[in-house]
């Protein structure tokens, strides 16, 4: 290799080098251009056949076809997507409704249906009970009755003789009241007649029935008066014959005839019946005679009552029985001489026995013999079903019974009656109310309601959503806009200013070379400073505008909530420093005081606790350069974004400045806290959590001036969006109101704290900033420190002297005076440049050039020479809005001409979409204007085109026109192909 070429490469080794130095030192380069700057002045260059060691060092300029799904459509589809999800959420939400209306009904239904259910069973067992003991009681009662109209006769006619021509007195009255309390039709006494004395005891009856008051009427048949039987042979209309002579047809055996003589009603019709005439009473008599014949103690009465088994009574209709008591004279009480009748009408019997409500209670009454049903009705009323057991069965399992006349009579031929009680539909029907349907009904009306609430709250929210999505759109077309029509003009002031800077540096150098310039057309030092003063002051308000811009932006993102920091560990107490030396110009500009003080660190790596020693740089209006930075302080870091620190520190110092009069004084402080921020998350980095033994505190860092103060209303909404505060009376700069709050944001991204102290107006403010402190590790500490040697080895800055790499590049700009300024400093800098107007020029241009790149190749391919006269577009510029074709469509169309070359998009619209939707399109950088040449630089560094081995003789000025990359799997490698041109 010559040695020019030597000389070439080292003096680009250096500018790479000094470039590097510089821009890792520039606050505006995110951490990943940082870290490719450290990376690219240690890249290989490869030809063909030469192995790549690892994909790190493929170059990073991806030339890949473009997707159609660009970062537009890609969110059009997200938003469908996302309108798709919503949908399917509010049809699930429906379905879910819907079923849990359904589930809480069915639920509610069932449970209040099986609680009337339940309340239907309990309220049967307590009635159906109550029922059993209240009929049981009332055959007691009846029982009870028969033998008080027994002993009331046994008492009146106590002798034998007495008998059967008994009298007694009051009998109606008193066996009246006795049947109305056992609930009895019938309170009857009954006296044995033998035939022969049949007309002398009818004469006497008509004589106690005279006496008593006693209907005329009273005994008469068709016959007349006189004891009657049933007329079998239907002589008489009553169905009613004489008996004479006491004979009956089932086989009695007693001869006497048995005449019903006594009636509680006055004119029965039952009324001298010989009860002894039919089977069903008579037999029940000669049962009591038995049992009366078996008393072998003349002095006792012995216990032969009888219950006879189912009939029906003479004066009233249904199902009955009899109840037959002996009646035993007081002074002859083993002689039986009659017994009292007591009836026992079932219907009589099951009245009143359940509460009026009650509606159908079923009730059986069986015998050895026979079985009746009856229901009884809301009300009271009984109502005779029919013969044998008709209850439903299937409320068999709720059946209850009891023993009505569980009572000791001494008749064989006593029949036992049983009382069993069932429910009824017709009595779970009345405890089943519509309350279930309609508390079902009222649970999926609530549901429903709640439903339509909730849709019309989401129609509401919705419609919220997308008039706040409207204006945030609205707002970030705004902040476009804004930023484009801006940073365009911008750039034109900035470029012009950076060729003007670069044109007195140039003439300057001339004046001081040239010894015989002539007096009177140099510049004196006057004039240069004069002018340089002049740039700086306009390069410094437009920076303010671009400032306020990009706190449009940021803010827009912390609104977003797309603010990311990039974590490493910073060096604070440096960075600290170095920012408030940025402002040491506008200090000494406002006739500011301002003081910086770092006090030292109180843990340093285990060490011993350090004094209190600290370290102050001030003068009147500067910071002082010369005082030495204790290298302590390096050991303790805080884990974040160095560049948002840096913009929060520049923000809360900038604000000090603005509020700060002429001979005000700012202090900074530096404090370490040592158990600072005790509850504060561990910060990640590199995608791990930091132990929590690396925790060292704090760093407190305080910000005061002597500015104008703020009240306590002013401190609370100090950190709000576009809060200023007579900004026109008492800012001395410009400021969009937003910093603070986007200090704030980036504060609380890296877990610390920020707020204002003021003791009122006119008393100064103090900003407090508290962030996490760690250890800083031996690894990073040890690469920071080879990195600085490294760089101080090998080089300058990039004020230094360097051989720039000669581009050929299309600058696509619309704005005519941007686009003469651009090129009019890319040409001093020695670049050859194109021009075009608008995309649709660009992408023309480019065909051409390609065209005539591959005409060239054919043309060396058959001449076998090296020798070129055309060379290649390696940059495109690219504007993003531009008429007929716009930057990303345009870069797009470029792409599909295979052009391998850089294309940088340079913009005003530096949201992160637009950026983004930019390198989709195919650019591999995007440039926010203005623009500035360190970062065009950097770019270009990133995407060499220049390739040199010394192990390729003739090869050393070579244009890259195209790269290919081959991945090994024998060896793990990459190959890379290289298409060259000679240049």
């Known amino acids: 290799m010559n040695s020019g070429a030597t000389a070439a490469r080292s003096s680009m080794e250096k500018t790479t080098s000094a470039q590097q130095r510089h821009d890792e030192n520039d606050p505006d380069i995110s951490k990943p251009q940082k870290t490719l700057l450290r990376s690219h002045s240690n890249r290989g260059r490869y030809y063909p056949g030469t192995k790549k060691p690892s994909n790190n060092n493929k170059p990073s300029s991806n030339h890949s076809t473009v997707s159609h799904g660009s ?105 009246g009241k006795i049947a109305a309390v056992a609930q009895s039709t019938t309170q009857a006494m009954m006296v044995f007649i033998d035939p022969s004395e049949r007309e002398a005891y009818e004469d006497h009856l008509q004589q106690v029935y005279q006496i008593e008051g006693r209907p005329n009427h009273t005994g008469v048949q068709d016959f007349g008066f006189g004891i009657w039987k049933p007329d079998t042979n239907n002589t008489y209309e009553d169905g009613r014959a004489p008996d004479i002579t006491g004979e009956n047809t089932w086989g009695g055996e007693d001869p006497r005839l048995t005449v019903l003589s006594l009636h509680n009603v006055p004119d029965s019709s039952s009324l001298l019946y010989n009860l002894y005439s039919e089977e069903d009473r008579g037999i029940h008599v000669d049962s009591m005679n038995a049992c009366a014949n078996e008393n072998t ?83 009271g009323a009984v109502e005779l079903i029919g013969p044998g057991d008709l209850h439903d069965p299937r409320y068999n399992q709720y059946s209850k019974s009891v023993i009505l006349n569980d009572i000791e009579t001494g008749s064989s031929t006593s029949a036992v009656y049983v009382l069993t009680v069932y429910p009824s539909q017709a009595m779970f029907a009345t405890f089943s109310t519509n309350s279930p349907l309609a508390v079902a009904l009222a649970f999926t009306g609530v549901i429903f309601l709640c439903t339509l609430l909730f849709f019309l709250y989401d129609f509401l929210m919705r419609h919220e959503a997308e008039q706040r999505k409207l204006i945030l759109d609205m707002k ?39 010894e015989d310039n002539i007096a009177g057309f140099s510049p004196t030092n006057d004039d240069v400073d004069f002018w340089h003063n002049v740039t700086v002051d306009v390069r410094e308000n437009a920076m303010i505008a671009v400032s306020i811009l990009n706190d449009m932006l940021n803010y827009d993102k912390l609104e977003t909530k797309s603010l990311e920091i990039e974590t490493e560990e910073v060096n604070v107490w440096g960075l600290i420093d170095q920012t408030v030396h940025q402002f040491q110009l506008q200090a000494i500009n406002r006739e500011v005081d301002m003081k910086l003080t770092f006090e030292k660190p109180k843990t340093l790596l285990g060490s011993s606790a350090g004094t209190a020693d600290s370290s102050d740089r001030s003068s009147n209006h500067q910071v002082d350069e010369n005082a030495d930075f204790d290298p302590e302080c390096s050991q303790l870091c805080v884990v974040g974004d160095d560049v948002r620190l840096s913009q929060v520190f520049r923000n809360v110092i900038s604000n000090a400045l603005k509020f700060t009069p002429q001979d005000g004084k700012i202090g900074v402080s530096v404090t370490h806290v040592l158990d600072g921020l ?306």
């Open 297 to 379: 103690d003349p002095n006792v009465s012995p216990s032969c009552a009888v219950f006879t088994d189912m009939l029906e009574l003479k004066i009233r209709p249904g199902p009955a029985g009899l109840l037959f008591q002996p009646v035993f004279p007081a002074n002859d009480p083993s002689k039986f001489v009659g017994f009292a009748t007591t009836s026992l009408h079932w219907e009589e019997a099951l009245t009143n026995i359940v509460p009026d409500y009650v509606n159908g209670l079923t009730c059986v009454i069986s015998t050895a013999t026979a079985t009746f049903t009856y229901e009884l009705r809301r009300g």
């Open 476 to 514: 970030r077309r705004f902040v476009r806009f804004i930023s484009h029509e801006i940073r365009t003009p911008l750039n034109t002031v900035c470029v012009g200013l950076e060729l003007l800077e670069r044109e007195l540096r140039k003439d300057t150098s001339k004046a001081k070379e040239q």
């Open 678 to 983: 005790p509850q504060a998350e561990d910060m990640v980095i590199h995608g791990h959590p930091i132990a929590r033994e690396r925790r060292r505190g704090s760093i407190l860092i305080r910000v005061s001036d002597s500015g104008v103060g703020l009240t306590k209303e002013q401190l609370k909404l100090l950190f709000g969006e576009g809060v200023q505060f007579d900004a026109n009376k008492l800012q001395h700069g410009g400021g969009s109101g937003l910093g603070l709050s986007i200090a704030k944001g980036i504060v609380e991204l890296h877990h610390g704290t920020i707020h204002a102290e003021s003791e009122g107006a006119g008393h100064g403010t103090t900003f407090v900033i508290e962030i996490p402190l760690y250890e800083m590790s031996l690894k990073d500490e040890a690469e920071e420190v080879s990195q600085t040697q490294a760089q101080t080895e090998t080089g300058s800055s990039c004020d230094g002297d360097s051989v720039p790499k000669k581009r050929k590049i299309l600058v696509v700009e619309d704005a005519m005076s941007s686009r003469k300024m651009l090129i009019r400093l890319l040409e001093r800098e020695g670049h050859t440049c194109l021009a075009a107007s608008n995309g649709r020029d660009a992408v023309e241009t480019i065909e051409r050039e390609m065209d005539n790149s591959r005409l060239e190749m054919s043309m060396r391919q058959d001449l076998s020479t090296h020798i070129s006269s055309h060379v290649p577009i390696d940059t495109v510029l690219m504007d993003y809005e531009m008429p007929f074709m716009n930057g990303p469509d345009a870069v797009r169309a470029i792409r599909r001409l295979d052009y391998k070359g850089t294309i940088i998009g340079v913009t005003g619209n530096v949201l992160s979409e637009d950026v983004e939707y930019f390198k989709e399109s195919g650019a591999d950088e995007v440039l926010a204007k203005p623009i500035s040449m360190d970062r065009l630089r950097e770019y270009w560094d990133r995407h060499p085109m220049y390739s040199r081995d010394e192990n390729s003789p003739g090869r050393e000025n070579e244009l890259v026109l195209a790269r290919t990359y081959t991945y090994g799997k024998a060896d793990n490698l990459y190959y890379e192909t290289q298409i060259v041109m000679p240049v």
């Open 71 to 175: 970062v537009r459509k890609v969110a059009k589809i997200s938003e469908k997507c996302q309108v798709s999800r919503t949908m399917m959420l509010r049809t699930l939400l429906i379905g879910c409704l819907l079923t849990a209306a359904a589930v809480c009904a069915c639920l509610a239904y069932i449970t209040l249906r099986n609680a009337e259910q339940e309340t239907a069973i309990q309220t049967y067992n307590s009635v159906s009970i109550s029922a059993l003991e209240n009929a049981r009681s009332i055959i007691h009662r009846k029982f009870q009755a028969s033998e008080i109209t027994a002993a009331l006769a046994s008492w009146t006619n106590p002798n034998e003789e007495d008998w059967p021509y008994i009298f007694i007195n009051g009998y109606m009255n008193i066996t």
